[in-house]
């Protein structure tokens, strides 16, 4: 399950990274992209953001299973 979704968070990153890149003249093989970033250092930085989002979606699903597993033992344990 991890790969897929770390897979989906570098994607999604590049998509909104590279949505403003252009050829900076005609008959070259370099792509300019926001913030003047090459194509190559804007899918190096989606990957750094999807590694950081991915961290941060870990997280949460840990602490929400933590919580609810909680609440499931309190709830047994009253009943």
Same mark, same amino acid.
Request: aromatic share 6%.
């Given at each position: 399950? $991890?790969?897929?979704? @770390?897979?989906?968070?570098?994607?999604?990153?590049?998509?909104?990274?590279? !949505? &403003?890149?252009? @050829?900076?003249?005609?008959?070259?093989?370099?792509?300019?992209?926001? $913030?003047?970033? !090459? #194509?190559?250092?804007?899918? $190096?930085?989606?990957? @750094?953001?999807? &590694?950081?989002?991915? $961290?941060?979606?870990?997280?949460?699903?840990?602490?929400?299973? @933590? +919580? !609810?597993?909680?609440?499931?033992? +309190?709830? !047994?344990? #009253?009943?």
């Amino acid at each position: 399950m $991890a790969v897929p979704l @770390l897979l989906v968070n570098w994607f999604v990153a590049a998509l909104i990274l590279q !949505s &403003s890149c252009a @050829l900076p003249y005609e008959g070259g093989n370099i792509t300019e992209c926001a $913030a003047g970033l !090459s #194509e190559e250092e804007t899918n $190096a930085v989606a990957g @750094l953001v999807a &590694s950081a989002l991915f $961290a941060v979606q870990a997280w949460s699903i840990i602490v929400l299973a @933590l +919580r !609810s597993g909680g609440k499931k033992a +309190r709830l !047994s344990a #009253e009943g």
